[in-house]
């Protein structure tokens, strides 16, 4: 079996969600470390990576998941992370 080659770490908050990762192999006294962006919903028209996940649902009612244009993320219409936060 193969060393690790990274170590990572996931913040499971209560506000956001974070990731990042340290190259276990890089020869340094405080090894550098890098996030781990989230692919999701930015917004309600566009997806893409954040280095944060926010802890957010935004769950539409019927009448208002009539209106929204969203994809089949999810065939309820719910939505986590950045595009909940700002569409709550």
């Keep these: 079996m193969s060393e690790p080659q990274f170590a990572v770490g996931i913040d499971l908050g209560t506000t ?3 990731m990042a990762a340290v190259d276990l192999n890089a020869n340094a006294r405080f090894p550098e ?5 989230v692919y999701q919903r ?3 028209d566009e997806k893409g990576h954040s280095s944060r996940l926010p802890s ?3 769950a539409p009612t019927e009448r208002q998941g009539e209106h ?12 986590i992370g ?3 936060v700002e569409m709550g």
Excluded at 33 to 37: A, F, G, Q, S, Y
Aim: proline share 7%; charged share 30%.
């Design 16 to 18: 956001n969600c974070v």
């Design 33 to 37: 470390i890098t996030d781990i962006p």
């Design 42 to 44: 930015l917004n309600e």
């Design 56 to 58: 957010f649902l935004y």
């Design 68 to 79: 929204l244009e969203l994809d089949a993320d999810d065939p309820d219409g719910w939505v």
């Design 82 to 84: 950045e595009a909940a």
